[in-house]
């Protein structure tokens, strides 16, 4: 009994002469992976990611369950993961047991950040030999070009979000700047030139009459040409394409604009319609042109 006590002692003392060295094992991370750690009370076994574990492009962002507080230690709170900013480390710390130092301890440790899950048995030992201080992930080159896609997908995502956030609030500006506009028209009269001039176009022998009423301008901000549509003949007309001219000598000036005119000019109809453009120098031409291009053919009203 004596000699087995004193290998006992000896044995224990030769345990705990061995000395903690730092070793490294690579572990390859892929979208879910598992593992088993030896964790020794009062040391620490490191977690090395290939990326910063708040990087805002990985979501979900980190989260951190622990099954067994008693034997292990790792931030889990939200203060706790706060201090991991800008970090790529995350350890794992064995807790001593003062009152039962050879107590042993099971617990899992599972770790979830952009799209890779991981599970990780741990179990206390103390036997220095059987413990890695530091695990390094990696990821391989196939496996990192997915991570690149899906982080510039999530990105371009993010960018798309922002333009339609920005273009809803110009939308909402304009409309509001539209509303502005009304308020304007209703207090002002607008100065208008008259025409009252009547031309007529023949398109595939069907006989097709604009009335050129007047040019309404307002503020001197945008200017309305107002006309009628009158068709003579007895088919219909589909309107593929409206363009206001103004002619001044042998130059020819197309007008930017809106055209307010029914795309279907059916037999016998008469339509009212108006020609919208910001260009002030609509209202000094000589002479005006409009080219309908319709699904019969072109015809040119000019006066």
Same mark, same amino acid.
């Given at each position: 009994?004596?000699?087995?006590?004193?290998?006992?002692?000896?044995?224990?003392?030769?345990?705990?002469?061995?000395? +903690?060295?730092?070793?490294?094992e690579n572990v390859n991370l892929k979208e879910f992976t598992a593992l088993s750690l030896n964790v020794m009370p009062d040391t620490g076994?490191?977690?090395?990611?290939?990326?910063?574990?708040?990087?805002?492009?990985?979501?979900?962002?980190?989260?951190?369950?622990?099954? @067994?507080?008693?034997?292990?230690?790792?931030?889990?709170?939200?203060?706790?993961?706060?201090?991991?900013?800008?970090?790529?480390?995350?350890?794992?710390?064995?807790?001593?047991?003062?009152? @039962?130092?050879? *107590?042993?301890?099971?617990?899992?440790? @599972?770790? =979830? +950040?952009?799209?890779?899950?991981?599970?990780? *048995?741990?179990?206390?030992?103390?036997?220095?030999?059987?413990?890695?201080?530091? +695990?390094?992930?990696?990821?391989?080159?196939?496996?990192?070009?997915?991570?690149?896609?899906k982080s510039v997908e999530r990105y371009t995502k993010a960018l798309d979000k922002q333009y339609d956030e920005k273009f809803n609030n110009?939308?909402?500006?304009?409309?509001?700047?539209?509303?502005?506009?009304?308020?304007?028209?209703?207090?002002?009269?607008? $100065?208008?030139?008259?025409?009252?001039?009547?031309?007529?176009?023949?398109?595939?022998?069907?006989?097709?009459?604009?009335? *050129? $009423?007047?040019?309404?301008?307002?503020?001197?901000?945008?200017?309305?040409?107002?006309?009628?549509?009158?068709?003579? =003949?007895?088919?219909?007309?589909?309107?593929?394409?409206?363009?206001?001219?103004?002619?001044?000598?042998?130059?020819?000036?197309?007008?930017?604009?809106?055209?307010?005119?029914? *795309?279907?000019?059916?037999?016998?109809?008469?339509?009212?319609?108006?020609?919208?453009?910001?260009?002030?120098?609509?209202?000094?031409?000589?002479?005006?042109?409009?080219?309908? @291009?319709?699904?019969?053919?072109?015809?040119?009203?000019?006066?």
């Open positions: 009994m004596k000699n087995l006590l004193l290998l006992v002692l000896f044995l224990s003392g030769f345990v705990n002469a061995v000395e +903690i060295k730092p070793s490294f076994t490191q977690l090395i990611f290939p990326f910063t574990l708040d990087n805002p492009e990985l979501t979900p962002n980190l989260k951190i369950k622990l099954s @067994n507080s008693d034997g292990f230690w790792v931030p889990t709170t939200e203060a706790e993961i706060s201090q991991l900013k800008g970090q790529n480390t995350l350890n794992i710390l064995g807790v001593a047991d003062t009152s @039962n130092p050879t *107590a042993k301890h099971l617990g899992v440790l @599972n770790i =979830s +950040i952009g799209g890779y899950n991981l599970s990780i *048995a741990l179990k206390t030992v103390y036997d220095p030999r059987k413990v890695k201080t530091n +695990i390094v992930f990696n990821i391989p080159d196939d496996k990192r070009e997915h991570m690149v896609e110009l939308d909402a500006l304009a409309r509001k700047n539209a509303l502005n506009y009304v308020g304007d028209i209703v207090l002002n009269e607008p $100065d208008s030139n008259s025409f009252k001039i009547e031309t007529e176009s023949v398109i595939n022998n069907n006989r097709l009459l604009i009335f *050129a $009423d007047s040019i309404e301008s307002y503020n001197d901000s945008f200017h309305v040409f107002v006309y009628e549509i009158e068709n003579y =003949s007895s088919v219909d007309f589909k309107i593929n394409n409206f363009s206001l001219l103004g002619l001044n000598g042998d130059l020819e000036t197309l007008f930017d604009g809106k055209t307010n005119c029914p *795309a279907l000019i059916k037999s016998g109809g008469k339509y009212k319609c108006t020609f919208t453009t910001l260009d002030k120098t609509s209202i000094n031409s000589d002479e005006y042109k409009i080219i309908l @291009n319709t699904d019969r053919g072109e015809g040119v009203f000019k006066w």
